[in-house]
């Protein structure tokens, strides 16, 4: 499976930003989905993930904030991102997997399928 992020900038607080995270090599439905991020000097932490369904999970710091999507005609997931903080900014990577349960939605390790990041910077 390959992964292509895009839709990372500059923005400024407040401001919103649409990623999009390309899957091919596999059959996009059966995948699970999820978004993870990280910035400079901290570990990579869980944004938001949506299951094979509709199921959509989210970090505490992102909830009511961002909006996980996908659309399985376009082998696309989306990452909407509303009312940035700069504490947002980090890289952001798309991540996929095939045997994710609830439980472990939050977990990297559990994602076999990574692409590359795309920068969101938000500036004060």
């Known amino acids: 499976v390959q992964l292509q992020a895009s839709g990372g900038g500059l923005v400024q607080a407040g401001g919103s930003l649409r990623l999009s995270c390309v899957a091919s090599?596999?059959?996009?439905?059966?995948?699970?989905m999820g978004w993870f991020r990280q910035a400079p000097g901290k570990e990579r932490e869980f944004v938001a993930a949506?299951?094979?369904?509709?199921?959509?999970y989210y970090s505490d710091s992102v909830k009511g904030r961002f909006t996980v999507s996908r659309d399985n005609a376009k082998n696309t997931q989306y990452l909407q991102m509303n009312s940035l903080k700069p504490e947002d900014t980090a890289l952001y990577y798309c991540?996929?997997?095939?045997?994710?349960?609830?439980?472990?939605?939050?977990?990297?390790?559990?994602?076999?399928?990574w692409g590359r990041g795309t920068q969101v910077t938000v500036s004060s």
């Open positions: 991540a996929a997997g095939t045997t994710l349960i609830t439980s472990s939605i939050t977990n990297p390790q559990q994602y076999a399928y």
């Open positions: 090599g596999s059959t996009f439905s059966r995948l699970s």
């Open positions: 949506i299951h094979r369904g509709t199921s959509t």
